[in-house]
C-alpha cells in the first residue's frame, strides 16, 4: 500500500482547490463577454478613464511640487506615508469584511470541510480569494501613481520595484484582516457585522476629527503650518508601521539607491510572509469552533418585529405612509444586515474621506491658482462616479428580486407600481446621506466659497434624485424576475442599459458645472457666479431629476401591468 502511494501520489488539495477557483474564475469571465460584450467594454472604458483621469491629478500634483524641489523633498514622502497608511486601513477593513462572508457566512466552508481538505486549506484558499477582491482599489490608485511618479526619475527598475513593494504590501493588511474576521465570529459571532462597522466608523471618524483640527493649521503662515503638520506626521512616521517601509523603498528607488530600497523590500515582504502565515495558523487551528459559533448564532430565533410601523427603520421613513413605510424599511434592513453591500459603500466613501482630510495640505499646494474650483470639481465627478456604481449594483437588483414575491405584493391595499417609490425612498435615504456628508466635507476642508458649495450640494443632490430613478424605474420596466442572483441581474441587458443612462446622466448633469467651473477659473472666486453659470448648473441639475422622474413614470405604469 505504501508503494502505490508513494508512486501515485494524490494532489494536493489546496492546489486542486485554487485550480477550480481559478476554471470557474475564468469561466464567469466568457460567460460574461459572451453575455453582456456591451457592459464588459463600457467597464473596462470606464476604468481606463478613472486611470486617466487619476494620472492626470497626480501628474499635475507632482509637476506642482517640482516648481518647488524644497517642499516636494518633504511633501513627496509623506505623500506615499499618507496613501499607504490609509490603504492600510482600508484595506483591513475590506479584507475582513470579504472572508468573514466567505469563511462564516457561506455554507461552501462547511462543505469544504466535509472533503479531504483540511481546515488550512480552507482557510489559505478564502485568504487568498480574499487578496485578489479587496487589492482591486490599490492597484487601482496605485498605477497611475506610479506612471506619474515615474516621470520624475530615469530609473529603469523603479517601475519593477514599485510594483514589487505593493505586492509584498497587500499580505499584511490581508493578514490583519484574516485575524479581524476570526475574532468577530470566534468572539461576536451575534454582532460581527455591527463591530466591523463599528471599528471602521471609528478608524474613518479619527482621520475626519484629524483633517478639521488641520483646517486651523492652514491660516498660519508656512513655517508654523510645516513643524505643526510634520509634528502630527510623526506617527505615520514611525518606523514600526508598515507604510513606512513602503514609502521609504519607493523613496530609495526613486533616487537610484537601489541597496536600501532592496533592504526595505525586503523587510515589507517579509513581514507580509510572516504576517500571512500566523494569520492562516492561527484562524485554521480554532476555525471549527468559530464556525461552530457563528452558526449557531445564525440559527437562533430572532426577536419579531416590535413595532407595526417598522422600528428604527421605519422611523427614517416618517415621511411615508405606513405600507410603504414597512417595505422601504424592509429594504434598509436587508442593507445593513448584508456586509457585501454596505461594506462596499463605506470603503469607497471612506477613501473619499481619507483623501479630503488631507485636504489642507492640498489647498496649500494650490493656493492662489486655478485649481481652487477644479479640484473640488474633480471631487464631484469622483462622488458622481462612485454613486453610479452603487446604484447599478444595487439599487437596480431590487425591483427583480421581488419577483418570487410578486403575488404578495399584489395582496398589499395599495396599487403595485407605488411599491417603487418605497424603494427609490430607500435608495435616496442611503445615497444623499453619504454623498452630502463626503461633499460637504469637501466643501469644508477646501474652504470653498458658500455659493460654490451650494451649487455642488444641490448638483449632488440632483444626481442622487436621477441615479436613483433609472435604477428603480428600469429596473422595473426591464426586469428579471425569474433570476435570484444579484450578479447577474446587474449584468443583464436592463443593467447594461441602466448603466449606460447613468454614465450619460451623470456626464450631462456635471457638463453644466464644468462649463460654470472653466468660466470661473480665473475670477475671484468668493464672487457670485453670474447669470450664465448658474444656469448651466440649474439647467444640468434640471435635467437630471426630470429625467430620473420620467423613469420612475414608465417603470411605475410597466410594473402594474407586468406578471411574473
Known amino acids: 500500500m505504501t508503494e502505490f502511494v508513494g508512486a501515485n501520489p494524490c494532489p494536493p488539495m489546496l492546489g486542486l482547490l485554487l485550480r477550480v477557483k481559478v476554471r470557474s474564475l475564468w469561466n464567469r469571465i466568457r460567460q460574461a463577454v459572451d453575455e453582456a460584450p456591451v457592459r464588459v467594454s463600457t467597464t473596462v472604458l470606464l476604468v481606463g478613464l478613472i486611470w486617466l483621469g487619476l494620472y492626470g491629478v497626480f501628474l499635475a500634483v507632482f509637476q506642482q511640487f517640482q516648481e518647488t524641489p524644497l517642499e516636494a523633498t518633504v511633501a513627496i514622502p509623506l505623500l506615499f506615508s499618507f496613501f499607504f497608511v490609509a490603504m492600510l486601513a482600508m484595506l483591513t477593513f475590506s479584507n475582513a469584511i470579504i472572508v468573514y462572508g466567505a469563511l462564516y457566512g457561506r455554507t461552501e466552508s462547511a462543505y469544504l470541510l466535509t472533503s479531504p481538505a483540511t481546515p488550512r486549506d480552507v482557510v489559505t484558499l478564502k485568504y487568498l480569494e480574499s487578496l485578489v477582491m479587496a487589492s482591486w482599489s490599490l492597484v487601482l490608485l496605485g498605477l497611475p501613481l506610479m506612471m506619474a511618479i515615474a516621470h520624475r526619475t530615469d530609473e529603469p527598475y523603479f517601475h519593477t520595484l514599485f510594483l514589487a513593494f505593493f505586492l509584498a504590501f497587500i499580505p499584511i493588511p490581508g493578514g490583519l484582516g484574516l485575524l479581524l474576521a476570526w475574532a468577530a465570529a470566534r468572539f461576536f459571532p451575534r454582532r460581527a457585522t455591527r463591530w466591523v462597522a463599528v471599528v471602521g466608523g471609528v478608524v474613518v471618524g479619527v482621520f475626519v476629527v484629524a483633517g478639521l483640527r488641520s483646517l486651523g493649521l492652514a491660516d498660519m503662515g508656512a513655517e508654523v503650518w510645516l513643524r505643526s503638520f510634520l509634528a502630527r506626521m510623526n506617527i505615520v512616521e514611525s518606523a514600526l508601521l508598515p507604510n513606512h517601509w513602503v514609502a521609504a523603498g519607493i523613496d530609495h528607488a526613486l533616487h537610484g539607491r537601489l541597496p536600501e530600497s532592496m533592504l526595505y523590500l525586503g523587510v515589507t515582504f517579509a513581514?507580509?510572509?510572516?504576517?500571512?502565515?500566523?494569520?492562516?495558523?492561527?484562524?485554521?487551528?480554532?476555525?471549527?469552533?468559530?464556525?461552530?459559533?457563528?452558526?449557531?448564532?445564525?440559527?437562533?430565533?430572532?426577536?419579531?418585529?416590535?413595532?407595526?410601523?417598522?422600528?428604527?427603520?421605519?422611523?427614517?421613513?416618517?415621511?411615508?405612509?405606513?405600507?410603504?413605510?414597512?417595505?422601504?424599511?424592509?429594504?434598509?434592513?436587508?442593507?445593513?444586515?448584508?456586509?457585501?453591500?454596505?461594506?462596499?459603500?463605506?470603503?469607497?466613501?471612506?477613501?473619499?474621506?481619507?483623501?479630503?482630510?488631507?485636504?489642507?495640505?492640498?489647498?496649500?499646494?494650490?493656493?492662489?491658482?486655478?485649481?481652487?474650483?477644479?479640484?473640488?470639481?474633480?471631487?464631484?465627478?469622483?462622488?458622481?462616479?462612485?454613486?453610479?456604481?452603487?446604484?447599478?449594483?444595487?439599487?437596480?437588483?431590487?425591483?427583480?428580486?421581488?419577483?418570487?414575491?410578486?403575488?404578495?405584493?399584489?395582496?398589499?391595499?395599495?396599487?403595485?407600481?407605488?411599491?417603487?417609490?418605497?424603494?427609490?425612498?430607500?435608495?435616496?435615504?442611503?445615497?444623499?446621506?453619504?454623498?452630502?456628508?463626503?461633499?460637504?466635507?469637501?466643501?469644508?476642508?477646501?474652504?470653498?466659497?458658500?455659493?460654490?458649495?451650494?451649487?455642488?450640494?444641490?448638483?449632488?443632490?440632483?444626481?442622487?434624485?436621477?441615479?436613483?430613478?433609472?435604477?428603480?424605474?428600469?429596473?422595473?420596466?426591464?426586469?428579471?424576475?425569474?433570476?435570484?442572483?444579484?450578479?447577474?441581474?446587474?449584468?443583464?441587458?436592463?443593467?447594461?442599459?441602466?448603466?449606460?443612462?447613468?454614465?450619460?446622466?451623470?456626464?450631462?448633469?456635471?457638463?453644466?458645472?464644468?462649463?460654470?467651473?472653466?468660466?470661473?477659473?480665473?475670477?475671484?472666486?468668493?464672487?457670485?457666479?453670474?447669470?450664465?453659470?448658474?444656469?448651466?448648473?440649474?439647467?444640468?441639475?434640471?435635467?437630471?431629476?426630470?429625467?430620473?422622474?420620467?423613469?420612475?413614470?414608465?417603470?411605475?405604469?410597466?410594473?402594474?401591468?407586468?406578471?411574473?
Not at 471631487?379 to 425591483?399: E, G, K
Request: charged share 10%.
Open 271 to 564: 513581514n507580509g510572509l510572516f504576517v500571512s502565515w500566523l494569520a492562516v495558523i492561527v484562524v485554521s487551528r480554532y476555525f471549527d469552533t468559530a464556525l461552530d459559533r457563528s452558526a449557531a448564532s445564525s440559527d437562533r430565533g430572532r426577536r419579531p418585529a416590535s413595532s407595526p410601523t417598522g422600528g428604527v427603520a421605519g422611523r427614517v421613513f416618517f415621511y411615508l405612509p405606513r405600507p410603504l413605510r414597512l417595505v422601504a424599511a424592509k429594504d434598509l434592513r436587508t442593507f445593513l444586515r448584508d456586509p457585501l453591500q454596505w461594506s462596499q459603500l463605506v470603503i469607497l466613501f471612506g477613501l473619499m474621506a481619507l483623501y479630503l482630510t488631507n485636504m489642507p495640505t492640498l489647498r496649500l499646494v494650490f493656493a492662489g491658482s486655478s485649481w481652487g474650483l477644479i479640484v473640488p470639481f474633480l471631487n464631484l465627478c469622483a462622488v458622481s462616479l462612485i454613486l453610479a456604481t452603487f446604484t447599478c449594483r444595487f439599487v437596480f437588483p431590487l425591483i427583480s428580486l421581488e419577483g418570487q414575491k410578486l403575488w404578495l405584493i399584489g395582496l398589499l391595499p395599495m396599487r403595485r407600481g407605488l411599491v417603487l417609490r418605497a424603494k427609490f425612498a430607500f435608495a435616496m435615504t442611503v445615497t444623499v446621506v453619504t454623498a452630502l456628508c463626503v461633499m460637504g466635507l469637501a466643501s469644508v476642508m477646501l474652504l470653498l466659497p458658500p455659493w460654490w458649495a451650494l451649487i455642488h450640494l444641490g448638483v449632488t443632490f440632483a444626481i442622487c434624485f436621477g441615479l436613483c430613478g433609472f435604477a428603480v424605474g428600469i429596473g422595473a420596466r426591464l426586469p428579471m424576475f425569474h433570476q435570484p442572483n444579484v450578479a447577474r441581474i446587474a449584468n443583464g441587458l436592463g443593467g447594461t442599459s441602466n448603466l449606460l443612462a447613468s454614465i450619460a446622466l451623470v456626464a450631462v448633469a456635471l457638463t453644466g458645472v464644468a462649463l460654470a467651473t472653466y468660466r470661473s477659473r480665473n475670477g475671484v472666486v468668493d464672487a457670485m457666479p453670474d447669470a450664465v453659470s448658474l444656469l448651466l448648473c440649474g439647467g444640468g441639475a434640471l435635467l437630471a431629476v426630470l429625467a430620473g422622474a420620467a423613469a420612475m413614470w414608465i417603470g411605475g405604469r410597466h410594473f402594474d401591468r407586468v406578471e411574473a
